[in-house]
């Protein structure tokens, strides 16, 4: 069974940066799309970004591109977002999500448990 593991939440100022890391357990982790999702509150679950398994392919939420990065860690079954330049509006649960499928963007079939990022003025 797929476990994914979220760490690298916190609370920051606006302007400032946060690294979130994810671990893959349980299955075969260079066969694995991976992605990032975020939910606000009262607000419903959205796609943050993705990276397939088959060619590396990313894909970015609007709202994130050129702000956010993702990337992978093959030999430490790891994904990583870094977040930059962030915003009050940024502030959500963000979950990392893991699937078989090859898009970037594809809806995931495991979840890890959420970690909390805050973004003050």
């Known amino acids: 069974q797929v476990q994914l593991v979220e760490s690298g939440g916190g609370m920051v100022r606006a302007g400032g940066s946060l690294r979130l890391s994810c671990t893959l357990s349980?299955?075969?982790?260079?066969?694995?799309?991976m992605a990032w999702f975020r939910q606000a509150p009262g607000k419903e679950r959205q796609f943050v970004a993705g990276?397939?398994?088959?060619?590396?392919?990313?894909e970015y939420d609007d709202s994130t591109k050129g702000r956010f990065t993702i990337s992978r860690d093959n030999g430490n079954n790891m994904v990583f977002l870094q977040m930059n330049s962030l915003k009050p509006e940024d502030t959500a649960v963000y979950y990392c999500?893991?699937?078989?499928?090859?898009?970037?963007?594809?809806?995931?079939?495991?979840w890890g448990q959420g970690t909390q990022v805050t973004v003050s003025l």
């Open positions: 999500a893991a699937n078989r499928a090859t898009a970037a963007r594809s809806e995931p079939a495991y």
């Open positions: 349980g299955g075969t982790f260079t066969r694995h799309t």
């Open positions: 990276m397939s398994w088959v060619n590396g392919h990313i």
